[in-house]
């Protein structure tokens, strides 16, 4: 059973940073992706990021342009997700997912991811 294994949620402070990290229990294929997304209590579970494991070609959302950066290594099974700039928007909880020939126009959607990870929770305090 293909698993992935989330760690480095936490607390911090707004302003701060975090680095989260996620290991897929198989070995990555170049047509792979592995990303993360976000939910928020009451809310929606919405796209952070992803990276193409082959290429490494990475996706932000908006909201996290400039301020996160994700980055794989291939020979690990892991990507790692750095987050800077942390805006106080209360605890959420990161989920990874990894999916095999995620197309660039539909790395936003979670139907096209195969796996997920049980999920890390982050609290941004202000």
């Known amino acids: 059973q293909v698993q992935l294994v989330e760690s480095g949620g936490g607390l911090v402070q707004a302003g701060g940073s975090l680095r989260l990290s996620c290991t897929l229990s198989r070995p990555t294929f170049s047509n792979d992706a592995m990303g993360w997304f976000r939910q928020a209590p009451g809310k929606e579970r919405g796209f952070v990021t992803t990276?193409?494991?082959?290429?490494?070609?990475?996706y932000y959302a908006d909201s996290v342009k400039g301020r996160f950066t994700i980055s794989r290594d291939s020979a690990k099974n892991t990507v790692y997700m750095h987050m800077n700039s942390l805006q106080p928007e209360g605890p959420a909880v990161y989920y990874c997912?990894?999916?095999?020939?995620?197309?660039?126009?539909?790395?936003?959607?979670?139907?096209?991811?195969?796996?997920w990870g049980q999920g890390t929770k982050v609290t941004v305090s202000s």
């Open positions: 997912a990894a999916g095999a020939s995620v197309a660039p126009t539909t790395v936003t959607s979670g139907d096209e991811y195969d796996y």
């Open positions: 990276i193409s494991m082959g290429f490494g070609s990475a």
